[in-house]
């Protein structure tokens, strides 16, 4: 499986370093406006190849790619809301650091709701285990209904 990886990092390199080589010739310099907005959308943003760090401290050419193309956006005019969706349309919604919407409720309220849950079912398994007459216990017979049997001795 990591040889496989590899081999498709390998292939998709070239590709990459094409791009960047490009961008570098035609980008034209942000404002410092535009690198404040830049830099703020940069984290919201996870890097795609590891999914792990947001895209303003990961230091892998695919995170740089996806900061050279909010750069790009950010130069060409686009919107915060526009370069969010041209970008969770091209990579999916595991790109934002942060889940929006009824992605947020499930990641948040999900494990809060399990939990709590989980902590009823305990107690109430506790409750019911504690009325139970033990294993060991004899149901005490009353005197009046027992039966001497001689026999028995």
Known sequence: MRNHSRR???????????????????????????????????TVFVAPCCWRQ??????????????????????????????????????????LLEPEGARALAAYAGPALATSAALLLAVLWIRHLARRPHPTEQPLVPVADYQFDPDDE
Not at 55 to 78: C, F, K, T, W, Y
């Open 8 to 42: 498709a990092f390998a292939a998709i390199l070239p590709l990459l370093m094409f791009v960047t080589f490009i961008n570098l010739i035609f980008a034209r310099p942000l404002t410092s406006a535009e690198r404040q907005r830049a830099n703020r959308l940069y």
């Open 54 to 95: 947001s895209v303003a401290v990961h230091q892998s050419p695919e995170a740089g790619l996806v900061r050279r193309e909010i750069d790009n956006r950010v130069a060409a005019g686009l919107t915060d809301a526009e370069i969010k969706s041209d970008l969770i349309r091209e990579y999916g919604h595991g790109i």
